[in-house]
């Protein structure tokens, strides 16, 4: 992990222009989530994966679901009162986010889609989300990046089965 300058992004521009307390962490790309919490030195529960939503065509939103969760489609259906969703596939995530995946980040995102933040992170001293880059990571406070982002706070998670302990997980 370095605190290196890394090359600015349109997140990164966003951020700093929106006066958002964060510190930029670049690493190594990383090939898993687990990976990627370990090279930035945090639990893999602190590490916001950014999943772009399809409701309706050319209406998406953004999920930010910690690591060692997943998104429940009923918990999202119910609360966003729709009956279907999807998943645009790379090409068109990136082309209504203007990011990469794996980059995605709904800070200086091509369109500024709703976002709503997984509960389950409000408590936790730190979080990192992605910086709009491969190996570039934002670490910031849970109340600075739901302020910033505007996100509304929901219940849409449940624990991923393959990383609760005991169940599917190697040591």
């Known amino acids: 992990m370095t605190d290196a300058a890394p090359p600015s992004t349109p997140a990164l521009d966003a951020l700093a222009a929106a006066g958002v307390p964060h510190r930029v962490v670049r690493t190594e790309r990383a090939h898993s989530a687990e990976e990627s919490a370990t090279l930035q030195?945090?639990?893999l529960g602190q590490l916001l994966r950014t999943i772009v939503?399809?409701?309706d065509e050319n209406d998406y939103l953004f999920v930010l679901v910690p690591g060692g969760r997943r998104f429940d489609w009923?918990?999202?259906r119910a609360h966003l009162g729709v009956k279907r969703m999807s998943l645009p596939d790379q090409d068109e995530a990136q082309q209504v986010t203007g990011y990469p995946?794996?980059?995605i980040t709904p800070f200086g995102s091509s369109r500024p889609w709703p976002v709503i933040?997984?509960?389950s992170m409000v408590d936790l001293p730190l979080v990192a989300i992605g910086g709009g880059a491969h190996g570039v990571n934002v670490h910031l406070r849970p109340a600075d990046l739901i302020a910033a982002a505007a996100a509304e706070v929901v219940?849409?998670?449940v624990p991923d089965a393959t990383t609760e302990p005991g169940i599917g997980a190697t040591s």
Do not use: F, Q, W
């Open 117 to 119: 933040a997984d509960a």
């Open 53 to 55: 939503v399809r409701r």
């Open 41 to 43: 030195g945090i639990e």
């Open 74 to 76: 009923a918990k999202l």
């Open 155 to 157: 219940d849409v998670t």
């Open 101 to 103: 995946r794996g980059a």
